[in-house]
T-cell receptor, first 110, second 116 residues
Framework: GESVGLHLPTLSVQEGDNSIINCAYSNSASDYFIWYKQESGKGPQFIIDIRSNMDKRQGQRVTVLLNKTVKHLSLQIAATQPGDSAVYFCAENMDQKVTFGTGTKLQVIP | EPEVTQTPSHQVTQMGQEVILRCVPI?????FYWYRQILGQKVEFLVSFYNNEISEKSEIFDDQFSVERPDGSNFTLKIRSTKLEDSAMYFC??????????????FGEGSWLTVV
């Protein structure tokens, strides 16, 4: 079965607000997670990653939080912009394979 | 920024025909991948390739599929006897070294395959 999945299929956020996209995983052996952004008609684009020995990692306007106790990770986008509108996938990397979740569509309301 | 390039961007083929999708990975990368995404669904792993051989493949990657690195720059996915359900966006990706923490996997823009 699927080991990486998302809670909500669509998230609508007002421009300027913060966005939080959630993801659950089931494989407790997973030790490396990645968030990807996919704009319409394009390939997945790496946003940020995190290893299981960390619980938080920050990038430019993005933060990933990992809670290993409940097997949950989240992507926080600060000051959401129209250009952030896309589908966001969490993914886990095991060996040389990236397994994607089903995705959350982020809609930014101007 | 270096990029993975794929051709064609869109191909329409008749059921039963063979299709070859082409990819030029990033030049210094050694690990190559194919993924596919059926419309509206998640991105699915097909195969990884290193040192001129398949490293890992999914259950989707059956005998209908094959990959090849015919020269030093191209990486191809061949789909024999295409079926309607093969219609999808196919993404090529590459990384170096293997896609591990801190070593990003880069995806191409995809080849959209429509089987009619």
């Amino acid at each position: 079965g699927e080991s990486v999945g998302l809670h909500l299929p669509t998230l609508s956020v007002q421009e300027g607000d913060n966005s939080i996209i959630n993801c659950a995983y089931s494989n407790s052996a997973s030790d490396y997670f990645i968030w990807y952004k996919q704009e319409s008609g394009k390939g997945p684009q790496f946003i940020i990653d995190i290893r299981s020995n960390m619980d938080k990692r920050q990038g430019q306007r993005v933060t990933v939080l990992l809670n290993k106790t409940v097997k949950h990770l989240s992507l926080q986008i600060a000051a959401t912009q129209p250009g952030d509108s896309a589908v966001y996938f969490c993914a886990e990397n095991m060996d040389q394979k990236v397994t994607f979740g089903t995705g959350t569509k982020l809609q930014v309301i101007p | 920024e270096p990029e993975v390039t794929q051709t064609p961007s869109h191909q329409v083929t008749q059921m039963g025909q063979e299709v070859i999708l082409r990819c030029v990975p990033i030049s210094n990368h050694l690990y190559f991948y194919w993924y596919r995404q059926i419309l509206g669904q998640k991105v699915e792993f097909l195969v990884s390739f290193y040192n001129n051989e398949i490293s890992e493949k999914s259950e989707i990657f059956d005998d209908q599929f094959s990959v090849e690195r015919p020269d030093g720059s191209n990486f191809t996915l061949k789909i024999r006897s295409t079926k309607l359900e093969d219609s999808a966006m196919y993404f090529c990706a590459s990384s170096s070294p293997p896609h591990t923490y801190g070593n990003t996997i880069y995806f191409g823009e995809g080849s959209w395959l429509t089987v009619v």
